[in-house]
């Protein structure tokens, strides 16, 4: 079981930068891929970024690719989301996602945090 609280979130705005972070309680982390998905109003949760459980290997969404970068601190039990170059479009629910594999959609994720408002305004 792994319980996450995203944290960071906030108004900015457009061109500026925000560091989210998402910490995780249970002692399996480490063994746990993790993601950062975003939902805007009306539209279906997407993919950001994700990360694999070493943290060798990340992936991203071509919208954010060059703006975002995904870490992790397994002694920590922190994954972070380092944004960028922000846009108004940009503006969504971040929500960070754990699970055994790495995946780059949701149900691709068991656990979920509660999410964080990013808002960016032109």
């Known amino acids: 079981q792994v319980q996450l609280v995203e944290s960071g979130g906030g108004l900015v705005q457009a061109g500026g930068s925000l560091r989210l972070s998402c910490a995780a309680s249970?002692?399996?982390?480490?063994?746990?891929?993790m993601g950062w998905f975003r939902q805007a109003p009306g539209k279906e949760r997407e993919f950001v970024a994700a990360?694999?459980?070493?943290?060798?290997?990340?992936y991203y969404a071509d919208s954010v690719k060059g703006r975002f970068t995904i870490s992790r601190d397994n002694a920590k039990n922190t994954v972070y989301l380092q944004m960028n170059s922000l846009k108004p479009e940009d503006t969504a629910v971040y929500y960070c996602?754990?699970?055994?594999?790495?995946?780059?959609?949701?149900?691709?994720?068991?656990?979920w945090g509660q999410g964080t408002q990013v808002t960016v305004s032109s």
């Open positions: 249970g002692r399996t982390f480490s063994r746990h891929a």
């Open positions: 990360i694999s459980w070493s943290g060798d290997n990340t």
């Open positions: 996602a754990a699970d055994r594999t790495i995946a780059a959609t949701p149900r691709g994720y068991d656990y």
